[in-house]
């Protein structure tokens, strides 16, 4: 009998091992279709969610040093910042507090990186993100887009795909249960929305 369990015990273990892991293949992040998948059976693929390791990356943009303050300072000079982002930034005296650095990206395709620049309240709750391109000159905004909480990536196609929350009529303010996925791509003058699913 003591025998049949040093057998079995290590045998039962290792199943349960891998079928974890095997769970852990679908989970519920973004996942978007590179070139060399074949393509699906409709004709707009959508992106679909899933946090598994199996999902393509797109190829990680060389990190980029950006003086946020100058950012700060590039932003309050655009007439075209909305009223609540230039209360946010007119009362931010450290920057930690109201800006902070998301995802390296170069979703323009022009060879030199931009900076998704987060902006947050003191709480650190993210409502909006800035395209910051990097260059000799200074910080230069591209285009902004107003959403809670987002989660910005590039896709391998090069598209920035934003994944946010959204409220659902019965949450409450703290917890919104709701997310929307949007990819925009970059037409050659701006960004233009080309797909957006709600969850």
Not at 48 to 65: D, I, K, M, N, Y
Not at 113 to 132: A, D, M, N, S
Request: charged share 20%.
């Amino acid at each position: 009998m003591g025998q049949w369990r040093r057998t079995l015990l290590p045998a039962v273990a290792a199943v349960l091992a891998l079928a974890g892991l095997s769970a852990c293949g679908n989970g519920s992040g973004l996942r978007v279709e590179g070139p060399e998948t074949p393509p699906p059976s409709s004709t707009a693929p959508t992106p679909a969610l899933g946090t598994g390791g199996t999902s393509p990356r797109p190829e990680e943009t060389p990190e980029v040093a950006l003086d946020l303050y100058k950012v700060r300072a590039r932003l309050l000079a655009d007439r075209r910042l909305s009223s609540y982002s230039r209360t946010v930034l007119s009362n931010c005296t450290v920057i930690s507090r109201c800006l902070s650095r998301g995802k390296t990206v170069d979703v323009l395709h022009s060879g030199t990186p931009q900076q998704i620049v987060l902006i947050h309240t003191l709480e650190k709750f993210v409502f909006g993100f800035f395209l910051i391109a990097v260059e000799p000159s200074g910080p230069r905004p591209i285009w902004s887009l107003n959403v809670e909480q987002p989660t910005v990536n590039a896709s391998p196609q090069g598209d920035l795909v934003v994944e946010s929350k959204i409220f659902a009529i019965d949450d409450p303010v703290c917890c919104p249960s709701g997310r929307r996925v949007e990819v925009y791509r970059w037409n050659g003058r701006q960004m233009i929305k080309v797909s957006s699913t709600d969850q």
